[in-house]
């Protein structure tokens, strides 16, 4: 069994936790609504009043007047997370993690010694609720994709639990949009079809679902609705691939906030490949679109590296510049992969420049450490 452990509104409740005067009131965490700041996070209250993540600020404050707006507090929000997967390891060491607020773990292997998967989900939900004062929500099932799905089933403070043979008793009801890769557009496409609910994907019919929704689309969504996942939970230190990415509550047309926001996941990247002592040599770019039109773009680096600063210069001059974007987009992601655990190439010509990255990225990491996400930036995210 596969646990999916995601913590509820996990910005916007650390900053709750620790100021008792906000708790109950409507607050997001972000950025100012003067530029383009974005709202990061929102509280239970604010999302009552139609306001999200990756939304920008000005439209938070127009739909909430009251709303309380807390800058962000990234390096807080990063020492709570390690503490979240110490307790996460306790229990098992293959924990996969998403982000700072999500992870997967699988305790097949250590029922013998904490009980069953229930029981060590429970456990952890308590031990994080008890030693740090925050919620989360626990989806318990056989695979990766139900349990994601049952995290986020009964929040906040969920706990759901689907066993084998109760897998398309839970999928069944569910909305089309609770599919992993179903959009606005790819909705709307499956209600022209006569598909609104997950039982109704499963027993469509196969052929017009791929003239729909083309071949690959058709072949995801058929083993979803199926409750068919045989992806392995995969710890960052075995990992083949690291990768971050965002989905927008609104479709973003602005390509400086698209890059602002891509240089933010090449950061998380970068220094995630710098903690486990990783070297990658392809760099890969990911847009997906308001019609859910998915393009990806790769590119292999000259030698291996995990420099923020060669990365970013890939991701923005040799592949951000390749895609057209010709409307509006709703997801950006950008990954790494071909790993390695050492740096084997030539001395070049630019080696004093990677040396001087390598300081760069060391002393950030250090200061970003010490004395969080404020203390140093770089320029480009500074706005956004």
Known sequence: MILHIDMDAFYASVEQHDNPSLRGKPIVVGGSATGRG??????????????FSAMPMKTALERCRHLVVVPVRMEVYAGISRQIREIFHRYTPVVEPLSLDEAFLDVTGCQALFGSA???????????????????????????????????????????????????????????????????????????LGIYRVSDLRHADFDQLTRTMGPSSANHLYALAWGRDDRAVVPDREAKSISHETTFHADVVDNEVLQAILLRLTEQVARRLRRH?????????????????????????????NSTNMLWETVRDALFTRIR???PVRLVGMGVSS??????????????????DSQVDQATDSILDR??????????????
């Not at 974005?38 to 306001?51: I, K, L």
């Not at 050492?342 to 070049?348: A, G, K, V």
């Not at 004395?371 to 956004?384: C, D, K, M, P, V």
Request: net charge positive; with cysteine; aromatic share 8%.
């Open 38 to 51: 974005v709202v990061a996070a929102a509280s239970y209250e604010a999302r009552r009043f139609g306001v």
């Open 118 to 192: 229930v029981e060590i989900g429970q456990q952890i939900q308590q031990a994080i609720l008890g030693e740090l004062g925050l919620n989360a929500s626990v989806g318990v099932a056989p695979n990766k994709f139900i349990a994601k799905v049952a995290s986020g089933h009964a929040k906040p403070r969920g706990f759901t639990v689907v066993e084998s043979d109760k897998v398309h008793d839970f999928l069944d009801p569910l909305s089309i949009d609770k599919i992993w890769g179903v959009g606005k557009r790819a909705e709307a496409r499956l209600g022209q």
């Open 277 to 305: 002592g990783r070297y990658c040599s392809t760099v890969t770019l990911k847009l997906r679109f308001s019609d859910f039109k998915t393009l990806s773009r790769s590119a292999t680096l000259t030698s291996p590296s």
């Open 325 to 327: 974007i010709d409307q």
């Open 339 to 356: 790993l390695a655990n050492s740096r084997t190439r030539q001395l070049d010509l630019f080696d004093d420049n990677d040396r001087r």
């Open 371 to 384: 004395f969080g996400r404020n203390a140093i930036r770089r320029g480009t995210t500074l706005e956004s």
